[in-house]
């Protein structure tokens, strides 16, 4: 019996070692330092060459609703803080880009704030963000740490102490 409870505990503490170094599956975490977005080979955001506030990076499509309506929301609350503590990126993958040109021209965002990755799902941005398990936005602080994954607006006015 003690042979079968030290089996059981052996392999109870390998399962639980393996799943600590286990990647993670869906987006990135908060605390992680945020991956360079380059589309088209122009960079976005590089953490050497981080904003000096915060930025916004979101992505969306209109064939996911949420992130669309997100999309307005952040874009909405970002041009009316007015300030500029915040840097907003918001990348679409949107399967067409004319589909894409018209929604930011619908929804009326700002287009200097509004980027498209023609690449789609088969990017290497796609893939740095784990966006195959849904789409996301993190609050990126100056030293390109994830202080926030996929925050509300009141959170991001907390963070910024509006």
Do not use: C
């Not at 941005?125 to 100056?142: Q, V, W």
């Amino acid at each position: 019996m003690k042979k079968i409870v030290s089996i059981v505990v052996v392999v109870a503490v390998l399962l639980a070692l393996t799943s600590a170094f286990a990647p993670e599956k869906t987006g990135l975490k908060q605390g992680r330092i945020a991956p360079e977005v380059t589309l088209a080979d122009t960079t976005l955001y590089a953490v050497d060459e981080a904003y000096e506030g915060y930025t916004l990076l979101h992505f969306w499509a209109s064939y996911d609703a949420p992130s669309r309506i997100a999309n307005i929301r952040y874009s909405n609350a970002i041009e009316q803080q007015g300030d500029n503590k915040v840097r907003y990126i918001a990348v679409s993958y949107e399967r067409n880009e004319a589909l894409y040109g018209e929604i930011v021209k619908r929804d009326n965002l700002l287009p200097d704030t509004q980027y498209y990755d023609a690449a789609g799902e088969g990017s290497q941005l796609y893939s740095r963000y784990r966006l195959n398990k849904g789409f996301a936005t993190y609050l990126i602080d100056a030293d390109g740490k994830i202080v926030a994954h996929n925050p509300s607006t009141q959170t991001i006015e907390k963070i910024l102490g509006l």
